[in-house]
C-alpha cells in the first residue's frame, strides 16, 4: 500500500479546515493510517470499525464526508451507503468507497447503491485526500447554491406575504406577478384564475423580453380541464413548452421557455386558480439543475399566494357563477310580481299599490336585488320587475296610484329605458327611491326625474338617518315612507311617538304625505292616526299579493 513520507505535506484548497471526515473500516492499520494522512491535511477525523457503529456516529455527529471500505463484515459498505441515501439528513453526504483490487461487484453494487466515488486498494493515500478536498469543494459549492436559492426564495416569500393586494383580481395578480418578476430570475411567471365552467384565464403575466402585463385570455376548455385536473394532483413540473401550445397561459405559447413549474392556488380548500414559472432553454444554468428549484420555488409562492389573493380569486370566481347563474333566471323570467295595498288610515279605503318581488326559491327580493347588483345585474332586475308589474297593473282598481321601486342609480343611467316602460300605462305612477345613502349630486337627480314626468316621487325609510331626511329637503317628494322600526309598538313606546310627531309636522311643511310602513296592529294604526299620519300599509291592511288574488 502506498503511503506517505512522514514530512510530507498535502494542499487541500478551497476547503473548511474544519470540516469532518469518519473513516470506517474493520482494518485497524488502514483505519488508522487514512485517519492520520487526513487529520496531517487539516481534517478533523472520527473513527469506526464497522458499519454499526458508522451509522451511530452518523446518528450523533455532524460529518462532512465519509470514507467507507465497501467490503465490511455485517453490514456493508454498500447498505451503509444504501442506508445514508434513505435517510434525509444525509442522502446528500459526499461517501467515497474503497474497494478491493479487482473487486469489481462490491464497486459496482456501491456505486449503484448512491456512493460519489471510489478508491481501489492499495490506496494512494495523496489521491485520496486530493479527491476528499475534490468532493468537499463540489459539496460546499451545492450547499451554497441550495442556501443561496433557499434565501432568495425566502425574501420572495416574504415579499408577498406582506403584499397589500387590490380588490381587483387582475390588479392583485399584477402586484404579485411584479414582484416575482422583480425577486427571481424566472424569464416567465403568470397568474391564472379558475373561473366558472371550470375554464382558465391570464390574470397577470410576465416575460423577460416584455414587462408585466395585466389581463389576458381564456385558454381553451380542453387546456383548462387539463391544467384543472392536473393541479388537483399537487404541484409539477414540464420539460419543455411547445411553441403554439403553452404550459397552462395563453401569453406562454410566444416565449422560448424550457421547463416550467405550475402550482395550485387554493381559497377555503378549493382550487381557484394556478401559479406558472417558466425559464429559457438557453439560460445560465442548466435546464435539470433548475427543475428541482423551481418546482419549490412555485410550491412556496402558491402557497403564499393562496393565503394572501386565494380569497380574491374566489370572490370573482363566485362572482363569474353567480352572474351565469341571475342572468339564466333574469332570461327564465324566474320573477313575478305581487301588489300590497296602501290606504287611508281614516277610512281604511285603498288609495294605491306597491309592486314588490317574490322569487320562486324562496329568496327574500332585498337579498336577490343586492346579489344582482353585486354582479353589475342590478339594473336589469330592477328594470325587468318594474317592466312585469306594469305589464299586470291594468287588472288593479284603475283609481289606485302605482309604487314602483327604482334605485337612483336606474333613473340616471337608463332613464330612457324607464320612461318607455311607464308610458306603457296611463295609471298614475310613483317611484320609490330604495337607495339609503347620501346621493351625491341632488340636482342631476331631479333633472333626470323631471325627463320622466308625469311621475311623482317617494322617498322610503324616513326617519331611518339623517339621508332619507334631506331627500325629502333635496327632492320634495310627493310621499315619505316612515320606516317600520318606528311603526313597531308605536302605541305603547311614548319615544316614538314623539318622534313620529315630529315628522309628521317636518312633512307637512315640505308638502309631502306620510305612508307609515308595516302597520300589523289596530293599536299601531289608531296611534298612527291620532299623530296624523294620513296613509299606511302592511299585513293589518292587505299581504303582498299576486294580481288574481
Known amino acids: 500500500m502506498t503511503v506517505l513520507?512522514?514530512?510530507?505535506?498535502?494542499?487541500?484548497?478551497?476547503?473548511?479546515?474544519a470540516a469532518r471526515i469518519l473513516v470506517v473500516d474493520d482494518d485497524v492499520s488502514i483505519r488508522e493510517l487514512v485517519a492520520t494522512c487526513l487529520q496531517r491535511a487539516g481534517f478533523d477525523v472520527l473513527k469506526a470499525a464497522s458499519g454499526e457503529v458508522a451509522l451511530e456516529v452518523l446518528a450523533a455527529d455532524k460529518v462532512d464526508l465519509v470514507v467507507l471500505d465497501a467490503g465490511l463484515p455485517g453490514i456493508s459498505g454498500t447498505d451503509v451507503v444504501r442506508i445514508l441515501r434513505q435517510t434525509p439528513l444525509t442522502a446528500a453526504l459526499p461517501v467515497i468507497l474503497l474497494t478491493g483490487s479487482g473487486d469489481e461487484y462490491p464497486l459496482v453494487t456501491g456505486l449503484g447503491a448512491g456512493a460519489d466515488d471510489y478508491l481501489p486498494k492499495p490506496i494512494r493515500l495523496d489521491e485520496l485526500v486530493a479527491r476528499v478536498g475534490a468532493h468537499l469543494r463540489s459539496h460546499a459549492a451545492w450547499s451554497n447554491a441550495v442556501e443561496d436559492d433557499l434565501r432568495r426564495r425566502s425574501s420572495v416569500v416574504e415579499a408577498l406575504s406582506h403584499l397589500t393586494l387590490p380588490s381587483s383580481p387582475e390588479r392583485a395578480a399584477e402586484s404579485v406577478?411584479?414582484?416575482l418578476a422583480r425577486q427571481t430570475d424566472c424569464d416567465f411567471v403568470a397568474v391564472t384564475q379558475l373561473l366558472g365552467g371550470e375554464r382558465l384565464r391570464d390574470l397577470a403575466t410576465f416575460e423577460r423580453h416584455t414587462t408585466v402585463r395585466r389581463g389576458g385570455k381564456r385558454l381553451s376548455a380542453a387546456l383548462s380541464r387539463r391544467y384543472a385536473a392536473r393541479a388537483i394532483l399537487g404541484p409539477w413540473t414540464e420539460d419543455v413548452w411547445v411553441r403554439g401550445r403553452g404550459m397552462g397561459s395563453a401569453a406562454v405559447a410566444a416565449t422560448d421557455a424550457g421547463i416550467g413549474a405550475g402550482a395550485p392556488i387554493y381559497a377555503r380548500g378549493e382550487l381557484v386558480g394556478l401559479l406558472w414559472l417558466g425559464v429559457r432553454r438557453n439560460g445560465p444554468r442548466p435546464l435539470l439543475d433548475r427543475k428541482s428549484t423551481l418546482l419549490a420555488a412555485a410550491i412556496d409562492y402558491a402557497s403564499i399566494l393562496s393565503a394572501v389573493a386565494g380569497s380574491a380569486l374566489a370572490d370573482r370566481r363566485d362572482t363569474a357563477a353567480a352572474r351565469m347563474r341571475l342572468k339564466q333566471a333574469l332570461g327564465a323570467g324566474e320573477f313575478s310580481p305581487v301588489f300590497q295595498p296602501i290606504v287611508r288610515l281614516d277610512t281604511g279605503d285603498p288609495v294605491g299599490y306597491e309592486a314588490l318581488t317574490r322569487f320562486p326559491d324562496g329568496t327574500r327580493p332585498d337579498l336577490r336585488f343586492a346579489e344582482a347588483a353585486a354582479v353589475g345585474l342590478g339594473d336589469d332586475y330592477e328594470l325587468?320587475?318594474?317592466?312585469?308589474?306594469?305589464a299586470v297593473a291594468p287588472a288593479l282598481p284603475a283609481a289606485g296610484f302605482l309604487t314602483l321601486n327604482v334605485s337612483p342609480g336606474v333613473v340616471l343611467k337608463n332613464g330612457r329605458r324607464l320612461k318607455e316602460l311607464m308610458r306603457k300605462t296611463p295609471r298614475r305612477l310613483?317611484?320609490?327611491?330604495?337607495?339609503?345613502?347620501?346621493?351625491?349630486?341632488?340636482?342631476i337627480l331631479?333633472?333626470?326625474?323631471?325627463?320622466?314626468e308625469p311621475v311623482e316621487?317617494?322617498?322610503?325609510?324616513?326617519?331611518?338617518?339623517?339621508s332619507s331626511l334631506r331627500h325629502i329637503l333635496e327632492l320634495r317628494p310627493a310621499f315619505a315612507k316612515l320606516d317600520i322600526?318606528?311603526?313597531?309598538?308605536?302605541?305603547?313606546?311614548?319615544l316614538r311617538r314623539a318622534l313620529v310627531a315630529g315628522l309628521v309636522q317636518f312633512a307637512q311643511r315640505s308638502g309631502c304625505h306620510l305612508i307609515a310602513e308595516g302597520v300589523e296592529s289596530p293599536n299601531e294604526a289608531a296611534a298612527l292616526r291620532l299623530l296624523g299620519v294620513e296613509l299606511a300599509q302592511g299585513f293589518l291592511f292587505g299581504r303582498p299579493e299576486p294580481i288574481a288574488a
Open 485 to 494: 322600526s318606528l311603526v313597531h309598538d308605536i302605541d305603547t313606546d311614548a
Open 430 to 443: 310613483v317611484l320609490e327611491l330604495t337607495e339609503h345613502v347620501a346621493i351625491d349630486d341632488y340636482e
Open 384 to 390: 325587468a320587475a318594474i317592466e312585469a308589474a306594469i
Open 446 to 452: 331631479r333633472s333626470a326625474i323631471e325627463v320622466l
Open 177 to 179: 406577478v411584479a414582484v
Open 457 to 466: 316621487v317617494a322617498v322610503d325609510d324616513a326617519g331611518a338617518g339623517y
Open 5 to 17: 513520507a512522514d514530512d510530507a505535506q498535502v494542499a487541500v484548497t478551497g476547503v473548511d479546515a
